[in-house]
């Protein structure tokens, strides 16, 4: 066999190993699910100043029909 396969299998095997690759495999899956939230985050910020801007420019023009209608 060559060489880096046997030693493939020699660290796959050992403990210690495993418990880094699971470390890593699970620092990998927070950091994805930060990178998600952060995603969420920032659209759900877009869509409230959107919103925001909407709703003041609703308010002006509602102001604007009282005052004409007074």
């Known amino acids: ?19 880094e690759i699971e470390k890593h495999q699970l620092s990998i899956e927070a950091k994805r699910t930060r990178a998600l939230q952060k995603c969420k985050d920032d659209i759900m910020s877009k869509y409230e100043k959107q919103q925001a801007r909407f709703n003041s420019r609703a308010n002006r023009q509602l102001e604007k029909k009282i005052r004409q209608v007074i």
């Open 1 to 19: 066999m060559l060489p880096s396969i046997e030693k493939y299998k020699k660290y796959k095997s050992d403990k210690k190993v495993q418990k």
